[in-house]
């Protein structure tokens, strides 16, 4: 079971990102994917979050509504899209993902101790 993040860089503030987590080795639908992030000196949190049927999504407050999280069923890749960036979302982003049932529209809770699956991390940096 492997998820690799990639899309990470420098962006200046006001700019756009696309992040993606590609994923092999797992029942696709059988999992809730979810993006966390940490900054130097921060604890991990929850950005947002997909379900495994791809309909429902989670964001976190302070990146709700200039972030859009989507799931290509057949690509096996989940997007992070992230506009208007700011220096503070400049944190090593993560993939992650939890088995749920199949294809259900159910949002675990998106804290890391509920996802067993991560991927390696990729580094975002907002310059202002």
């Known amino acids: 079971v492997q998820l690799q993040a990639s899309g990470g860089g420098l962006v200046q503030a006001g700019g756009s990102l696309r992040l993606s987590c590609a994923a092999s080795g797992l029942l696709w639908d059988y999992y809730a994917i979810a993006w966390f992030r940490q900054a130097p000196g921060k604890e991990r949190e929850g950005v947002s979050c997909?379900?495994?049927?791809?309909?429902?999504?989670y964001y976190a407050d302070d990146v709700k509504g200039r972030t859009t999280i989507l799931r290509n069923i057949g690509e096996n890749t989940v997007y992070l899209q992230m506009d208007n960036v700011r220096p503070e979302d400049t944190a090593v982003y993560y993939c992650?993902?939890?088995?749920?049932?199949?294809?259900?529209?159910?949002?675990?809770?998106?804290?890391?101790?509920?996802?067993?699956?991560w991927g390696q991390g990729t580094q975002v940096t907002v310059s202002s």
């Open positions: 997909i379900t495994s049927n791809g309909i429902s999504t």
């Open positions: 992650a993902a939890t088995r749920v049932k199949y294809n259900t529209d159910y949002i675990p809770p998106v804290n890391p101790g509920t996802f067993g699956v």
